[in-house]
């Protein structure tokens, strides 16, 4: 059991538990998520934002700008030369956390951004 949930049935109370994480390259969620009811994730964001994503100030926007590796065995396989050549990890939920993955209060992000990102990737 995570320390979040260890606090929360301690507490006797239903909190929903929400990991924040500040990433700085790929991690594997599948370690993360099935301790969160929700994950919050920001590269190069302030503690500030995050919370004025938790407390509804303000919509989630972000787009992921990497993919996230489904697990340890394919981050051994990935070749680093090669753009999006990875099996990205899917929750709980379905969603894959590919290459301009993202979720605001409607549900997963379509707008221009990832008309632009949804293209064949190029291979020299």
């Known amino acids: 059991m995570s320390y979040g949930r260890d606090c929360v049935a301690k507490s006797g ?3 929903p538990v929400v990991t924040m994480v500040h990433a700085l390259k790929p991690m594997i969620f599948s370690e993360v998520e099935p301790l969160s009811d929700a994950i919050v994730v920001g590269y190069g964001v ?4 995050y919370f004025d994503v938790l ?4 919509e989630p926007q972000g787009l992921l700008p990497m993919q ?17 050549d990875m099996v990205c990890y899917t929750d709980s939920e379905g969603h894959s956390y590919d290459f301009a993955y993202g979720l605001n ?3 997963v992000i379509k707008d221009a951004r990832t008309a632009k990102y949804q293209v064949p990737v ?3």
């Open 55 to 58: 407390t509804g100030r303000f």
């Open 122 to 124: 190029i291979r020299g």
């Open 105 to 107: 209060w409607k549900g």
């Open 13 to 15: 109370r239903n909190i």
């Open 46 to 49: 302030s503690d500030a934002a």
């Open 68 to 84: 996230q590796p489904k697990d340890m065995i394919t981050v051994e396989k990935q070749l680093e030369d090669v753009p999006r």
